[in-house]
């Protein structure tokens, strides 16, 4: 390696300090409209909640526990507790950090529970449009109809719809009629012929 150029010396070096600081501990919680996520570090001897979020829907929570003496890219030692974790709340739609902290344990083993809040559950700035908001259509005042209405309504219906049914049975019938009629012409030829 005494041989190598310095600038490979440097690339291998920063290489190596960018890996040491990834975590292979790292946890992404999406909390979307109809997944909106809820997240709490517990300690599970007592049951008692360390830390809890209520993840806003439309951000992501980046979780990283850390634990001491671990070199995180080369290994995790699961039987070690976490001392401490980091976490990030990002929004979803542009990466904006909204809010980070570190929170440090007492050296005791923590699980994660995820829980799911009831869904759709939309962001505190936005209003849903009304129905006809949302195809575009201006909402129109239909008129009432009342009661005493409906019994003539009916009447008219029921007329035109008799109307119909007997136009269209006589107009029916009769295409059935020519349709038979050349058939059995056709067969009579047929016969002659033969």
């Not at 490979?8 to 979307?32: I, K």
């Not at 109809?34 to 979780?63: A, C, N, R, S």
């Amino acid at each position: 390696m005494s041989n190598a150029p310095t600038s490979a010396r440097v690339v291998v070096l920063g290489l190596a300090l960018v890996m040491t600081a990834c975590s292979q501990d790292r946890d992404v919680h999406y909390s979307t409209v109809y997944l909106p996520v809820t997240i709490e570090v517990f300690d599970p001897g007592t049951d008692t909640i360390i830390w809890k979020m209520d993840v806003p829907v439309q951000h992501k929570l980046i979780m990283d526990f850390n634990r001491t003496d671990d070199i995180e890219f080369a290994s995790v030692d699961p039987d070690k507790p976490a001392t401490s974790f980091r976490w990030s709340l990002i929004k979803t739609l542009g990466g904006e950090r909204v809010d980070h902290g570190r929170i440090q344990l007492q050296g005791v083993p923590v699980l994660k529970r995820i829980s799911y809040r009831p869904a759709p559950e939309f962001p505190a700035h936005y209003t849903p449009p009304s129905a006809s908001e949302a195809i575009g259509v201006e909402a129109e005042a239909k008129p009432q109809v009342k009661w005493e209405d409906t019994a003539e309504v009916t009447e008219d219906v029921e007329i035109e719809v008799e109307e119909i049914i007997e136009q269209d049975v006589e107009i029916e019938v009769e295409e059935i009629i020519e349709q038979d009629v050349e058939i059995e012409v056709e067969l009579e030829e047929e016969d002659l012929v033969k």
